[in-house]
């Protein structure tokens, strides 16, 4: 059964600490001389995402800001709209515990095809994968950060899928994030970047089950 995706349409994006971006190249490909930047900021339906991290309220609403000069980030897409799903697959670290991987399109698709490297995106299509992990623990509700070692406790990473089955990785990222991990849904905020892509945002998405 295909999950629920989230809807959500435009609010003023919450504002999120700036960072100092690092990194050695992303995507083997080289970066392009323009950059741009899109803004998404958008209203959702009442959530079961909950709780507080540190202090950190659980947001409402799910918004993107997306700005690349990475050469296989292709102009024009538009983040006005987007629809947001999270997993819980196995970490893959040893041991039994579960990574918390959020997906954040600018198109609404069932989660087998978001999780589908084979499947092909349009030219206006892209999505941000978000991967909370723990080491070999289940990852829970907390502050998270990037690091060299996706075994290190609490950490972040990012990726963008584009056009056709290409894939933006970003390159000794810096950044951090929050995660409310809940029963059927999670929600947080990240600022994660590299050299030439930053993304940052808030998110609230149901689990798919």
């Not at 998404?40 to 540190?54: F, I, K, L, Q, R």
């Not at 623990?137 to 089955?165: F, H, K």
């Not at 929600?187 to 993304?199: R, S």
Request: charged share 15%; aromatic share 6%.
């Amino acid at each position: 059964m295909h999950p629920a995706l989230l809807r959500v349409m435009a609010v003023p994006l919450i504002a999120l600490p700036s960072l100092i971006a690092a990194g050695c190249g992303s995507n083997s490909t080289e970066p392009a001389a323009t950059s741009q930047s899109q803004t998404t900021s958008d209203e959702s339906s009442p959530t079961t995402a909950t709780g507080d991290v540190e202090g950190f309220d659980c947001p409402t609403e799910t918004a993107v800001t997306v700005s690349s000069t990475n050469g296989a980030y292709p102009d024009g897409l538009d983040w006005s709209t987007v629809y947001a799903v999270a997993d819980r697959p196995l970490a893959g670290l040893g041991g039994d515990g579960r990574a918390v991987v959020v997906y954040i399109g600018t198109s609404e698709r069932p989660l087998s095809e978001l999780t589908d490297p084979k499947t092909e995106l349009n030219p206006d299509e892209a999505f941000l994968k978000l991967t909370f992990t723990d080491g070999a623990r289940s990852a829970d509700s907390g502050n998270y950060s990037t690091a060299a070692n996706p075994s290190d406790p609490n950490t972040v990473d990012l990726s963008i899928r584009v056009t056709g089955r290409t894939t933006v990785q970003l390159s000794q990222p810096t950044g951090e994030a929050q995660l409310v991990n809940n029963t059927n849904a999670v929600c947080g905020t990240f600022t994660l970047a590299d050299q030439w892509t930053e993304a940052s945002g808030a998110f609230l998405a149901d689990i798919s089950t």
